[in-house]
C-alpha cells in the first residue's frame, strides 16, 4: 500500500484514540461538574428555607405587637364598662369589646399557623442539610477518584502523544495541515476507506473511475462528497 496512506491511517487511529482519551476525561469532569451543581443548588434551597422562616418570623413579632394592643384594648373597655352609665354606652362599648376579642381570637389563629408553618420549613432545613452533608462527603469521594481516574487517563495521553508526534513528523507538511483541518471539520476522521464504491466517511458513492483508480491501491484522491482523503483498503486488511 501506498505510504502515504498508511502513514495517515497510523496517525487517525493514533488522533481517534486521544479524541476518547480527551472525551473520557470530559465525562469525568463533567460528571463533578454536575455534582457541584447541585450541591450548590440545595444550598440556595436551603438559603431560602431560611429566608421564608425569616419573613414569618417578621410577620409574627408584628402579629404579637398587635396581639398585646388589641388585649390591652379589651381590657381597658372592659374597666369602662363599669362607669358608664347609660344602656346606649354600654351597648357601644359591649360591640367594641366583642369586636377586640374577635380580632385577638383572629391574630392569635394566625400565630399559631406560623408557628405551624415555621416548624414545617425547619423540618425541611434539617433534612435538605442532611443531604447536604451527604452530598458534600460524596463530592470529596467522587473528586478524589475522578483525579485518580484523570492521572491514569492522563498518563496514557501522554505516551500517546509523544507516538502521535512521531507519526506526525512522519506525514509531509502540506498534507499535515490538509489532514488536521479536515479532521476538525469532518468530526475527527480526515482519511477514509472506500468499500464498493461507498465512501465511508460520507457513505456516497464515488465516480466508478476514481473507484477504479483507488482498487490499484498506489494512490489517494479526494472524497468529491466530503473532501476526507480516500483510500482503498479491502475490508480483512483493517485492524
Ligand atoms: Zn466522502
Do not use: W
Not at 352609665?85 to 383572629?106: M, Y
Not at 432545613?125 to 442532611?130: A, D, P
Amino acid at each position: 500500500m501506498n505510504e502515504v496512506i498508511s502513514q495517515l491511517i497510523a496517525l487517525q487511529k493514533i488522533d481517534l484514540q486521544l479524541d476518547t482519551i480527551d472525551n473520557e476525561i470530559k465525562q469525568e469532569q463533567d460528571a463533578l461538574d454536575q455534582q457541584s451543581a447541585m450541591l450548590a443548588q440545595r444550598e440556595s434551597d436551603i438559603d431560602d428555607l431560611h429566608e421564608q422562616i425569616n419573613t414569618l418570623e417578621k410577620e409574627r413579632r408584628t402579629l404579637d405587637l398587635e396581639l398585646g394592643e388589641e388585649v390591652a384594648h379589651v381590657k381597658s373597655r372592659q374597666s369602662k364598662m363599669m362607669q358608664v352609665q347609660t344602656g346606649r354606652e354600654q351597648t357601644a362599648l359591649l360591640k367594641e369589646i366583642e369586636d377586640g376579642k374577635e380580632n385577638i381570637k383572629d391574630k392569635e389563629e394566625k400565630i399559631v399557623a406560623i408557628m405551624e408553618e415555621v416548624e414545617s420549613l425547619t423540618a425541611q432545613i434539617t433534612r435538605q442539610q442532611e443531604l447536604l452533608q451527604e452530598e458534600t462527603k460524596s463530592l470529596a469521594e467522587a473528586t478524589t477518584k475522578a483525579k485518580e481516574a484523570i492521572d491514569n487517563i492522563s498518563k496514557n495521553k501522554q505516551a500517546q502523544s509523544s507516538k502521535r508526534q512521531k507519526h506526525a513528523s512522519e506525514v509531509e507538511a502540506k498534507l499535515l495541515t490538509k489532514y488536521v483541518i479536515l479532521r476538525e471539520r469532518r468530526k475527527g476522521l480526515a482519511v477514509s476507506n472506500v468499500l464498493d464504491g461507498v465512501c465511508q466517511g460520507c457513505f456516497m458513492s464515488i465516480p466508478p473511475q476514481q473507484y477504479n483508480t483507488l482498487l490499484r491501491g498506489d494512490r489517494h484522491l479526494d472524497c468529491p462528497v466530503c473532501q476526507r482523503i480516500i483510500y482503498h483498503l479491502p475490508q480483512d486488511d483493517q485492524e
